[in-house]
Each structure stands twice: as structure tokens, then as C-alpha cells.
């Protein structure tokens, strides 16, 4: 089947001329990477290409190699176009506006409804940079140094450094091969994963000072006050998700992040292996992974808390 589908997507990228690539809103490392990736092969290969991210790039990924070259809107109609690490179409927000359903998704998220034509989904895979380090040369597209450079954010940000569940051999084998392709390991894993801005620090602050724990299950709220008093810009937890989680007494961590039109963003995560949070986020129409999963729910802040910590209690209250 995916010598099938290698040949299927290899067919349609080499008929088009014009192509389109699009990923989730608030893009984290794998997003961005793979998103850069694609669209850099597909630019050395002679293709025109648009990509675009509805949020734009955040300034922890503006080191990336041909991170300028990405849009927040599309301004040219394409004859392809592909949708890289994002599990469900009304993710992608604004950026695929002039499309239906995508002719390509690439994906590694369980949660992923299959919603393109083609739709090359690796679920086991621990990012969807993984996936491309496999695929990028059978589709005839050639890993450069600076697609390795992406390539090699991507797998790294999405195992956090090789510390998730589902980092395999297979992944570190491919990282030192970005490594021996002129990616430079140590400066992206400290960009990626390690700096933070002054803003972000105190963002982290108002998280860490406001710490709930019962019954198993570690929470943290930000609130819009939050973001403004620590001057931070972004619209999600500056990555706070991955402090919090590392806390030995939570079974299930959480994050809440309001947002400005009504609606607040929830990540959940968990170090057990016999948990699936996934499952809970898909209760809420988000998806994700077994140990790392999020949705978008509109209403209060404080109200959704209390839904989303009833729901996830009913997960532990099972084992």
C-alpha cells in the first residue's frame, strides 16, 4: 500500500506546477518543519510554491531556513495542494480558503479523519517530519541541508528530544542521518526546545504560580490577563505543557489557554503508557495522540475547566 501511495503522490507532484502547502494553526516545531520541508524539496525540484500558515511563524522557529518565505494567506491559485501534520481540515484555519478537501494530507496523529485525496497517514510514526525522512526520495525530491535542518526540528520538537513514548530506533537513526545531511543537532534541539524569551519566562510564571493537582490530574490556567501582563505575543502556552507534564505526581497534565475570541485552547498530556488522552480530546472535537492531545472549545474559561477536568477524571477512574 505505501509503494501505492508513493507512487500516487509521486505522480501528482511531478504533474503539478503550482503548489499549495498549508499546516495547522498555532504551528509548533513538526508543523513548521514539515511544512518548510515539503515546500523547500518541492521549490529545488523547479515547482512554484506557496506556504502558508494561517498564525504565521513564531519567533522560537524564525531561524528555520526559508521560514520568510512563508505566507499567512495564499495569493496564488495552485494545482496541488497539500496539508502536512494536521489531523482535521478546520485546523488548517484560513490557509486552504479558496479549497475543498486537499489533494495530499500527511499526517502521524491517530485522531486524523483521512480528509484529503490521498492521504498518507503514519500513526505510529513520532512525527510527521519522520514520515518525510522516509518518503521526500521516493517522490524523486532531494533532502538538502536545509531541508534536513526542518526535517531534523521537526523530530526533534515532536519526541522532546527523544524523551516521548513513541521515539523509536528508526527516529534517531533518521535524526543522525539529517545530522550527516549538514543539520546542525545542538543549535536547532537549544532553538527549538531550550530558549525562551524574557516574555515567554514570565508568561511561564503567572502557569507555574497558579498550579492545581487532585485526584491525579496536574492543571494550569492562563488567562488573556496573563499574556498581556508578561508581554508575551503568542496565542498559546509557550510550550509550558512540556514543564508541567514532567510533574511526578500528575497521572494527566493540563493546560487552559484563553484565547480572544471566546474560545480556550486545552492540551492535555500523559507520561503513562496505559492512558490515552486522545480519546478525551476527541470528546471535545480535537484530537491528537495517546500521550499528547488538545481541542478548541468556545465558552468560559472557568466553565470549561470544570468540563474538561470531569472528562478526564472519568479516564483515570477506569484504570
Not at 43 to 53: N, Q, T
Not at 108 to 122: A, D, W
Not at 175 to 197: F, K, P
Not at 286 to 312: F, M, P, Q, Y
Request: proline share 2%; with cysteine.
Amino acid at each position: 500500500m505505501t509503494n501505492e501511495l508513493d507512487r500516487s503522490i509521486k505522480e501528482r507532484l511531478q504533474a503539478a506546477q503550482r503548489v499549495l502547502i498549508v499546516s495547522h494553526v498555532r504551528p509548533d516545531g513538526d508543523a513548521i518543519g514539515s511544512l518548510l520541508a515539503t515546500g523547500l524539496a518541492l521549490i529545488a525540484s523547479g515547482k512554484r510554491v506557496e506556504m502558508v500558515l494561517s498564525d504565521g511563524v513564531p519567533n522560537s522557529f524564525r531561524h528555520l531556513p526559508g521560514c520568510e518565505r512563508i505566507l499567512k494567506s495564499q495569493r496564488n491559485k495552485a494545482d496541488l495542494s497539500i496539508v502536512v501534520d494536521c489531523s482535521d481540515l478546520k485546523r488548517v484555519g484560513n490557509a486552504l480558503q479558496n479549497y475543498g478537501n486537499p489533494d495530499i494530507v500527511i499526517d502521524h496523529h491517530q485522531t486524523n479523519g483521512s480528509f484529503g485525496v490521498i492521504n498518507l497517514i503514519e500513526a505510529k510514526a513520532p512525527a510527521t517530519s519522520s514520515i518525510l525522512v522516509e518518503h521526500l526520495p521516493a517522490w524523486g525530491l532531494t533532502i538538502t541541508p536545509e531541508v534536513a535542518a526542518n526535517l531534523l526540528t521537526g523530530l526533534v520538537t515532536d519526541t522532546l528530544g527523544f524523551r516521548t513514548l513513541n521515539t523509536t530506533a528508526t527516529c534517531l537513526r533518521q535524526a543522525a542521518e539529517m545530522m550527516e545531511l549538514g543539520a546542525n543537532l545542538s543549535q536547532l534541539y537549544y532553538q527549538g526546545l531550550v530558549r525562551r524569551t524574557m516574555a515567554a519566562a514570565r508568561y511561564w510564571g503567572a502557569g507555574l504560580g497558579n498550579l492545581h493537582f487532585k485526584n491525579g490530574i496536574v492543571w494550569t490556567a492562563l488567562t488573556l490577563e496573563d499574556r498581556t501582563q508578561s508581554g508575551y505575543s503568542g496565542n498559546d502556552d509557550a510550550d509550558l505543557i512540556n514543564m508541567v507534564s514532567v510533574i511526578d505526581e500528575g497521572q494527566i497534565s493540563i493546560i487552559f489557554v484563553e484565547q480572544t475570541n471566546d474560545t480556550v485552547k486545552i492540551s492535555w498530556r500523559t507520561q503513562n503508557n496505559n492512558l490515552d488522552v486522545s480519546k478525551i480530546a476527541m470528546v471535545f472535537n480535537g484530537g491528537g495522540h495517546k500521550a499528547a492531545a488538545g481541542a478548541d472549545i468556545s465558552g468560559k474559561l472557568n466553565e470549561i475547566i470544570e468540563r474538561v477536568l470531569a472528562e478526564t477524571g472519568k479516564i483515570l477512574k477506569k484504570r
